[in-house]
């Protein structure tokens, strides 16, 4: 990612050019960018196609001023730290889920060196707000919760938030075009969380706002607001609380049921 591109993806999530690619650094980045940029998976339900091209990611996100979801999110911010000097892993997890783990690919994450080796994820929803260290093996204190890391014997990483197991991670490098099947199964497969349902939420100083079909959902220091949105309130909505400028509602794509 050339210089312009660098300095426009570093507006678009308020933060400054790090004077070196070091921790402290990297945790601000993290947190800026959960904050400017939602996980959504509006590109689903609008009919448009996913890419996963580095170019095409950044292109999205910073230019087209939208979010996405693991693949998307994190494939961009790939792009951004390497661009500012961070040796930077792609990784392959699986996420649990209610019958278990998911589709192999199911889930991409960051390995990024500082030369500490840290997990960053900014493409999970709900997760650590800052980095995690791959070499802590105990309890690790955010402001999304507690989080462990702990190596399975097989060599892969489980990763527990409080004592549920969130993901596991396979430690092998990998490419972005790995991530290709998983991406259209998640897009295209009526057993995906993603074709049933309809999301985007980011992260705020306070707490979380999210869309969630026609839900507008709210949470602070006061508490959690619920409210449902009218039809002319909905485009306003994404607007106002993502900036994200959409010609048309989505609604949630009819896919043939799972069987």
Request: charged residues 25%.
């Amino acid at each position: 990612m050339d210089a312009i591109n660098t300095d426009a993806y570093l507006r678009r999530i308020d933060a400054t050019r790090p004077t070196a690619p070091d921790a402290d650094a990297l945790r601000d980045l993290c947190l800026r960018h959960l904050r400017a940029v939602p996980f959504e998976n509006l590109s689903i339900h609008l009919g448009e196609e996913i890419v996963l091209d580095g170019k095409a990611l950044v292109d999205k996100i910073v230019h087209g001023r939208r979010g996405g979801f693991c693949y998307e999110l994190n494939g961009a911010f790939a792009e951004l730290l390497t661009a500012l000097g961070y040796p930077v892993t792609l990784l392959a997890g699986r996420v649990m889920g209610e019958e278990g783990l998911g589709v192999p690919y199911d889930h991409l994450v960051l390995r990024v060196e500082t030369p500490e080796p840290w997990l960053v994820d900014v493409g999970f929803g709900r997760n650590s707000h800052h980095p995690l260290s791959l070499t802590e093996r105990g309890d690790q204190s955010d402001p999304g919760g507690v989080f462990r890391i702990a190596e399975t014997e097989e060599g892969d990483l489980d990763v527990f938030q409080g004592d549920v197991l969130i993901y596991r991670i396979d430690q092998r490098p990998r490419q972005l075009t790995e991530f290709e099947c998983a991406c259209w199964w998640h897009r295209t497969s009526p057993k995906s969380h993603f074709t049933r349902n309809l999301v985007c939420s980011r992260l705020t100083e306070n707490g979380r706002v999210t869309i969630s079909d026609r839900t507008l959902v709210i949470t602070g220091a006061s508490g959690r607001r619920d409210r449902t949105l009218a039809e002319d309130e909905i485009l306003p909505a994404y607007r106002t609380h993502f900036g994200i400028d959409l010609d048309r509602v989505p609604e949630v794509r009819a896919t043939p049921s799972a069987r």
